[in-house]
């Protein structure tokens, strides 16, 4: 199994940068995919960005240009650098791998991870 501790939350003011760490543990060497996830209170949470092992990314329109997610293996972590920030950007966000599991020695399955979720406040 994985887990995963976020970081790197808070307030900001609009046009102002932060930078989301997420740290994974356990069965590293078992990630795919790493992502980041936004979710304000009441809506579905989204995807906000992610990266696949080998550096392949992709972004929501709302945020391409101004967010830039990248990955260091080595450390397991996942990182979301957000700059530009709007007011629109406030939401709780969440950290997420998908992972592939082995079930025996011809079944693998795919399984999913998720953080304890971090607040991002961009005041006006």
């Known amino acids: 199994q994985v887990q995963l501790v976020e970081s790197g939350g808070g307030l900001v003011q609009v046009g102002g940068s932060l930078r989301l760490s997420c740290s994974a543990s356990g069965s590293i060497f078992s990630i795919n995919v790493m992502a980041w996830y936004r979710q304000v209170s009441g809506e579905q949470r989204d995807l906000v960005a992610s990266i696949t092992t080998g550096g392949q990314t992709e972004y929501a329109d709302s945020v391409k240009g101004r967010f830039t997610i990248t990955r260091d293996n080595t450390k397991s972590t996942v990182y979301l650098q957000m700059n530009s920030l709007k007011s629109d950007d406030t939401a709780v966000y969440y950290c997420?791998?998908?992972?592939?599991?082995?079930?025996?020695?011809?079944?693998?399955?795919?399984?999913?991870?998720w953080g304890q979720g971090i607040q991002v406040t961009v005041s006006k």
């Open positions: 997420k791998t998908t992972s592939t599991g082995v079930a025996g020695p011809w079944d693998s399955y795919d399984y999913d991870t």
